[in-house]
């Protein structure tokens, strides 16, 4: 494409000299079930709806008969759908049978196979009355399972047999929507959206509890008695004591101005004058909270999952609605809590009170035969209303910023899905009309009318820079600016023909860009910049609006936004195309497709500040690369002790890089550590399972033993530093040592080009262009092209989001 990653200015490293994007090349060196309840107002219309599904065919339990008969064979006839199974006639077992030759005792005490090939046992055997116990495989599958599964004569199922069959049963519920509208219209347009609608509202925050008696904050070195609603502030502040929002002048300040206003309503018991920042001591507060989040840590599997399990119970009833008789999930139902507002990036607001938001700020919107729900603490709604041209189920206004809060459906849903496919077909759509665009704006960056000028630069940003259109903004908003919105400030000339972009966008995150423009838009600026000051308009004849509307004349729906969406797609789909490595392992295809994501990326200006978790996250990775070439090392080492001519072949001689004697020593060392801690958990819970079985418990011999053994197994390893050589724990034949060697080859390969993709995108937010500007069908269409699992890009809750994405055929192009 001409236009949208051709001027943006991007590393060195990832240009061509020639300001366009470089293509991708490798050097292979470097919430709730379907099943839960909407409540009992819903009650009769999920009965109707599930009613229409076709139930499972429900299959008899086995009797001990049945089980010496065997299961039914795949080769009978299957009951159409509607039709009743004809009955099966009981087969007598008769003294000729196989059965009649083998004792009773050792027929019972046969096992049944957990995989069993198609043709049957000629001598089938009875399920043992005694279930021993069994080991798991590294899926947590039971094996060598003797367990006849109620319904079959075959062995129980394994973990993913299950989660296949869930799998299934899931797809098959899912409401197929975009086969029956493949031709449906944008949602939005003020058309009907829906015909029935039930819901149970939106659940509320508890209410806040106080603080332990001896917890208190303290001002000027006193204790302060805070009533209840004026302790609840100060808590928002005391339990992020810590973080660098704490840290932040302006984050302070609008905080202790609003605790302030709290303060002035609900003040100290002890009528304590607050005036002084500085002499609050937030810190009793903090380090409750810190004891209360490390209990919750120390909180077994059980007691987590039981916790988990009565906040699912609680909240089920909001999870779904019915939609046109279907049930549908819904997303955000939870009433945020209040708190203190953070903001993202330099945002003048941060710091701020967020409010409890109460029953009577929410307006709910609801089928008008259905019943009103309840709202979960004591209010009333402030209005209900009956809109079926909209898709949300309740709003309210967040006092912060004023901004309208909406609960939708959830990503998966029918509504949502046809909202998200309508915006990518119509950014598809601007293919058509594209050029057309793109000559008519060429044309008027000389025309000499300076509102149509203005107009076509303004395009040529948004089209070549996927620059916003912007907005106007209040005087106590966050100074964000878009396309339409820069001021001269903003935009400097550097001559010859380059511009330098420099200006806070969308959640105050900070758009830097130098980059090479056509010398008629350079002339233009230097125009539109003359006589004006550094706070001026530089567009100061053109609107968000009137761009928009110009620009649907050129086809309906079209809007600045969808220039954005078609630039990030098309970009994303030249970038695929261009060097999608044929023959190569999963990783580098895996590095090729996030490398044209953060094309993307910095494309869009998703930029993130490093997590700070960075250097740890690479610092683990370092080391799990020196445990590969260790083992590597201990294999070749191995190969000399069996056969000292493998020394000569080319791909043993060379020693492995980065892993000399210190580096060893320190593996090993931390390898033994952790050795230690492994014998001592398994000797604790060896102790926990015989004192519950009434057994007696291991005495510290056993433990001693068990250390000893591996102090032992790390002295000879510490023998065999330098020697070149090592015996390995068991014996291994020669070609499996090598074949070990190889796969280890091609792990550490993958992984050091994992370590590479994760250094590369530590300053870049993938995610973002994934939800919101990359058509999903592009990626499906990709992975089945290069056999790579959508699972390995897509997480399950994309995949939930864009179903109707995942059956696109491999030749599909955006």
């Not at 919430?31 to 599930?50: E, F, H, N």
């Not at 296949?164 to 058309?191: I, M, S, V």
């Not at 069996?642 to 980065?658: G, H, I, L």
């Not at 937010?765 to 990626?779: C, F, G, H």
Request: aromatic share 8%; hydrophobic share 30%.
């Amino acid at each position: 494409m001409p236009g949208a990653a051709a001027a943006t200015t991007v590393p060195a490293s990832l240009t061509n000299g020639k300001g366009k994007l470089k293509a991708a090349t490798w050097d292979s060196d470097s919430g709730g079930s379907d099943d839960t309840p909407i409540g009992s107002q819903l009650a009769s219309t999920s009965k109707s709806s599930a009613a229409s599904t076709p139930a499972r065919r429900k299959v008899k339990k086995e009797t001990p008969d049945r089980a010496i008969l065997g299961s039914v064979s795949d080769s009978e006839p299957t009951p159409k759908k509607g039709k009743t199974a004809p009955a099966r006639k009981k087969r007598k077992v008769t003294s000729e049978s196989n059965d009649s030759a083998i004792p009773a005792k050792k027929r019972a005490g046969k096992r049944v196979k957990k995989e069993e090939s198609d043709v049957e046992s000629p001598v089938p055997t009875l399920p043992p009355k005694k279930r021993s116990r069994v080991k798991k495989d590294d899926d947590g599958a039971e094996s060598g399972s003797p367990a006849v599964e109620e319904g079959t004569g075959k062995g129980k199922k394994t973990r993913k047999e299950k989660e296949k069959e869930a799998k299934e049963k899931e797809e098959e519920d899912t409401f197929r929507w975009w086969e029956q509208n493949a031709e449906q219209d944008a949602l939005g347009d003020g058309t009907q959206k829906w015909t029935t609608l039930e819901h149970a509202g939106v659940l509320f925050p508890p209410p806040y509890e106080p603080l332990p008696a001896d917890v208190k904050m303290k001002y000027n070195g006193k204790p302060l008695n805070l009533p209840p609603e004026a302790e609840e502030v100060a808590g928002f502040y005391g339990a992020m004591l810590e973080t660098d929002h704490a840290k932040d002048e302006t984050f302070n300040k609008n905080f202790f101005e609003d605790w302030l206003k709290v303060l002035k309503k609900y003040p100290p018991r002890d009528d304590t004058k607050v005036t002084d920042f500085r002499r609050c001591d937030f810190r009793p507060m903090y380090e409750y909270y810190e004891a209360e989040r490390a209990k919750k840590k120390a909180l077994t599997s059980a007691e987590k999952k039981e916790i988990k399990k009565q906040k699912d119970e609680a909240e089920a009833i909001y999870t779904y609605c019915v939609l046109d008789g279907r049930k549908e999930k819904v997303g955000n139902f939870r009433i945020e809590p209040p708190g203190l507002f953070r903001g993202r990036g330099e945002h003048p607001k941060k710091g701020k009170l967020k409010l409890r938001v109460q029953p009577e700020d929410v307006t709910i919107n609801i089928g008008p035969n259905s019943t009103i729900p309840k709202p979960s603490v004591s209010g009333k709604w402030k209005e209900v209303i009956h809109d079926n041209t909209v898709t949300w189920l309740a709003t309210w206004v967040e006092n912060v910023n004023g901004n309208h809060k909406y609960v939708f459906l959830a990503a998966g849903s029918s509504l949502k899905g046809q909202s998200d496919m309508s915006k990518f077909e119509k950014a598809r759509e601007l293919k058509n009309h594209i050029d057309r665009i793109r000559a008519d704006y060429q044309a008027e960056l000389t025309d000499k009318v300076m509102m149509h000028r203005m107009r076509a630069t303004a395009m040529y940003f948004i089209d070549r820079l996927a620059l916003r259109a912007g907005n106007e903004k209040g005087e106590d908003e966050a100074d964000t600016v878009g396309c339409c919105s820069l001021r001269c400030e903003h935009v400097t000339l550097e001559p010859p023909s380059s511009l330098v972009f420099d200006f806070l966008g969308k959640d105050s995150i900070r758009y830097y860009n130098k980059v090479e423009v056509e010398q008629r838009v350079f002339k233009n600026i230097k125009i539109f910049k003359r006589n004006k000051e550094d706070s001026d308009d530089l567009f100061d004849r053109i609107t968000p609006t009137l761009l928009n509307k110009h620009l649907q004349a050129y086809m309906k729906g079209l809007s600045a936004k969808v220039f954005r969406t078609y630039n990030a797609s098309i970009t994303f789909q030249e970038q695929l195309d261009a060097g999608t490595p044929e023959n190569a392992t999963m990783q580098e295809k895996l590095n090729h497709y996030n490398h044209a994501n953060r094309m993307v990326a910095i494309l869009c200006n998703h930029q993130r500040a490093v997590p700070k978790t960075h250097e740890q996250s690479m610092g683990k990775m370092k080391e799990k690369l020196r445990g590969l070439k260790y083992e590597r090392m201990k294999l070749r080492h191995a190969l000399f002790a069996t056969d000292p001519k493998f020394k000569k072949k080319v791909e043993y001689a060379e020693d492995e890089s980065d892993l000399d004697d210190d580096a060893v020593a320190e593996h090993e060392e931390s390898l033994k550590q952790k050795e230690l801690e492994k014998v001592q958990k398994k000797f604790a819970k060896d102790n926990e399972k015989l004192v519950e079985e009434g057994k007696p418990a291991l005495g510290d011999d056993v433990l001693e033993q068990r250390t000893m053994a591996v102090e032992e197994e790390f002295k000879r390893l510490k023998r065999e530093r330098g020697t070149g050589k090592a015996a390995l724990k068991r014996d291994r034949p020669i070609l499996k040592i090598e074949d070990a060697i190889a796969k280890l080859d091609e792990r550490i390969k993958a992984f050091k080009l994992q370590m590479e993709d994760r250094e590369a995108g530590k300053e870049v937010a993938l995610t973002t262009s994934k939800i919101n500007y990359l058509d999903p069908r592009i990626t499906t269409a990709w992975c089945k092209k290069h056999d790579v699992p959508i699972e390995k890009l897509f997480s399950k809750t994309l995949i939930t989001k864009f179903p109707w994405a995942m059956e696109i055929e491999p030749d599909w192009k955006f």
